[in-house]
């Protein structure tokens, strides 16, 4: 694409005629958390709509930052996540670091639907781990670096006797991760109205086509098989390495109620 073409493609993008030249027939989002099958619910819809995993990364991170900490107004946050949807106009998006704005993508987009992947929160834990070792901290874009603190809190100076193991890896604690599972999934729950959820079970995801064809009023044929591409490479197996009854007080501490809701909202 020369750079004329695309100034003039840029300029049409903030005109109505943008919508028109690239119509949706479907507007859906995934606001599952990361490790829960983001990837693969994409694969999903790659071959017959405009999906997107993860897009707009280091912008997005930046204005969840702004908006987390109320430097940017409500007002402004609805503004940059429509000149952000304006920008390709996705039919499907999978992008975990949305669910922060949950209630204001509810709001500027009123006719997308939302589907939620979730994985238990030990197996997700043991996931997320495995993949903080893989990619460690001074091997990450600053962006994803940012995220990881934003979500989980930077790692502590000192950790708690049965988290010694983590101190190794220089690791969020465990508090930090749960803590995150659960504001992820209540923030999505407080800020879609049920009607418009659809939660997805990782170990099920294989068998949902028909559930998400007809939660999206699109045709199975529509619908592509789920393919993983985002495996962790190697496990490590820390979370054998902490005290079961210490891991499971923490999430049901920290998730005991989470999973309640959505069980229900499952069920």
Request: proline letters at 7%; charged letters at 25%.
């Amino acid at each position: 694409m020369t750079d004329f073409v695309r100034a003039v493609k840029n300029e049409i993008k903030k005109t109505p005629l943008w919508p028109l030249l690239r119509p949706r027939r479907i507007h859906a989002f995934n606001l599952g958390a990361g490790r829960t099958g983001t990837t693969a619910v994409t694969s999903i819809f790659s071959d017959s709509f405009r999906a997107g995993h993860e897009t707009h990364v280091a912008k997005t991170v930046e204005l969840l930052s702004e908006y987390l900490s109320d430097s940017a107004s409500d007002r402004e946050v609805k503004k940059e996540l429509i000149s952000r949807d304006r920008k390709w106009r996705l039919e499907f998006e999978s992008s975990p670091f949305l669910a922060g704005f949950a209630p204001l993508l509810a709001e500027v987009f009123p006719e997308a639907q939302f589907l939620v992947t979730v994985r238990s929160p030990k197996k997700w834990l043991r996931s997320n781990i495995d993949q903080c070792i893989n990619s460690p901290r001074e091997e990450l874009p600053p962006h994803f670096l940012h995220l990881r603190d934003l979500n989980y809190g930077p790692p502590p100076e000192e950790y708690p006797a049965p988290e010694s193991i983590l101190d190794h890896y220089n690791l969020h604690s465990l508090s930090g991760y749960l803590q995150y599972w659960s504001w992820h999934y209540e923030t999505v729950l407080d800020g879609i109205p049920p009607e418009r959820l659809l939660f997805i079970r990782t170990s099920k995801i294989d068998e949902a086509i028909p559930k998400i064809a007809g939660f999206l009023r699109v045709s199975t044929e529509k619908l592509s098989q789920p393919s993983r591409k985002n495996e962790a490479s190697e496990r490590h197996g820390v979370l054998s390495k902490i005290e079961r009854r210490y891991l499971q007080e923490l999430i049901d501490n920290y998730c005991g109620n989470t999973i309640d809701r959505i069980n229900r909202e499952v069920s």
